[in-house]
């Protein structure tokens, strides 16, 4: 097979993509970088209808052995790559990384609790009581009342700390706010559950224990309050990872641990996950290539789906970019690693780099077994052992997932529907987060406004909206 | 009868003539072994992403690779 790269740059790729779909003029298949671009559920199904994107199953059966062992081995991934039709119109990007899957993470600073005698907050009421030490009894030792108890910022989901404290009361995702009791669908902000977390949140507020620059500052301005000059100036931190708010280098870093979730005074007790599922495709080959083309395509699809695919194309070459584990070599999971990294040499310009592999481009299986099983620095306080850290810190919030989950990205959403769907979400998301800042600080009042913020949701069809991801979730069952 | 017989015949060389210049002038065999109707190996447009970075894949050790190893 020989491959004839049809290149688009980076920031033109994804309309350059549209673009070819809708003239016609499109190659025989897409090879995405799915953060980039990707072809979500509902382009797979419209493409598929009508006949550009090719059905791979028969593909699969005949020829990609990996494949096919993915899709048996991986439990999600046979419903996530399905269309409700039947057909496998696309293939993902498996990308299971742990510490990634769990983007609410609390963190706190642990240097102070022990200054303090205090021990690792279990509950909501200790977390507050925590936070009013850290305001009042200058744990940084400089005499002067200028800790900051809690912060986060304003522009990922897992930095805002209502994420991780709303979780105490009520499963909250953060993206689409869509919580499934027994296979029913509901919005969390027009719960009981999330007025009293509210309360909660809004009471921290008040008591000036959260930052008021939480919901307005960007990354670059928390990570200044995580790694400021002189002492520590932060207490507790929202953040997926520490290194969004600490810089991983400075001293201060190895400080921050992070809160298991929080347990609330009803006994919730949750932490939201967007682990196990494919949210979209990161491959699909279209009807140009028939005959011996689609088999090539497909061939290359299942050699990427080997673990020699994946490794060279994400990883690089052997003996160059990694190296086999030793004798010394300990993997995330505290078993002897597998693959090593090879350290680069820093200096070296991009443009004169050994480019080998391919990155994380197109279809391959990084499972969470292929993952973990590099070899990282055995010290998790270290730089280099930061991988090991959040491995750790995402371990304490395992258990804690809602039994189901609904992630609206993966759902079979009806193409019919996408559209409505999709500003009806824009509409919904827009109106819970401004109320939500609203009430958290205290320029809505719950006790007067609660009722009027319920009737506002009917106005925003927020029925017809749940009816619509409810018959994408029950498809995709 | 004899006329008519001869028009019939020119216009089916005609459309003979049409036909053979359409089809091309070697009849090739159906590909195997990954092989194109040449003989040679089938070649895939594929459209991706390029970074600033990267390079050119089709001078890619690993595109070489892959292509060697999918068919």
Known sequence: MKINWIYANQDAAKAKRQLSLASGDYPDAYFLVTWLDNISKVDAQKYGKEGVFLPLNDLIQQYAPNIQKAIKDIPYLENSVTAPDGNIYGLPLV??????????????????????????????????????????????????????????????????????????????????????????????????????????????????????????????????????????????????????????????SKDYDVVPPLKGPQGAQFTSTNYGN????????????????????????????????????????????????????IDLTGQPAKYVMIPQDPQVKPEDKVHYGWGERGPLLMTREFRDSFGTAVDPWTPDGYERRLYNATRKYDGFEPKEQFISEAAWVDPADAEEVSLLRININKYIEENMVQFATGSKDINTEWDTYINGFKTLQTDRYLAIYQKAYDVGK | MKKSSRISLAVLLSVLVFIAGCVPAKSKPDNVSGNDADGGPVTVNIFTPKFPNDGEYSENEFTKLVEKNSI
């Open chain 1, 278 to 329: 494919a949210n979209n495709f990161a491959f699909a080959i279209t009807n140009k290539a028939t005959g011996k083309k689609a088999e090539a395509l497909i061939k290359l699809a299942d050699y990427l789906y080997s673990e020699e695919g994946t490794l060279l194309s994400t990883k690089g070459k052997e003996g160059v970019h990694w190296k086999k584990g030793g004798a010394d070599d």
């Open chain 1, 95 to 252: 990308s299971e990384c742990y510490h990634c899957s769990v983007y609410g993470k609390m963190w706190i600073n642990t240097d102070w609790l022990g200054k303090l005698k205090l021990n690792m907050p279990a509950t909501t009421e200790e977390y507050k009581q925590v936070l009013e030490a850290f305001k009042n009894n200058d744990p940084n030792g400089n005499g002067q009342k200028d800790e900051i108890p809690l912060s986060g910022e304003s522009t990922l989901v897992g930095d805002n700390p209502i994420q991780f404290l709303m979780s105490a009361f009520i499963p909250n995702n953060g993206k689409d706010y869509i919580n499934v009791d027994s296979g029913k669908l509901s919005l969390a902000p027009m719960q009981p559950e999330w007025k009293e977390g509210l309360k909660y949140i809004a009471s921290l507020f008040k008591e000036g224990l959260i930052d008021p620059g939480t919901f307005t500052q960007n990354p670059d301005a928390f990570k200044q309050l995580g790694t400021p000059q002189g002492v520590a100036k932060l207490g507790s931190a929202a953040a997926s990872h520490s290194a969004i708010f600490v810089d991983l280098n400075s001293d201060k």
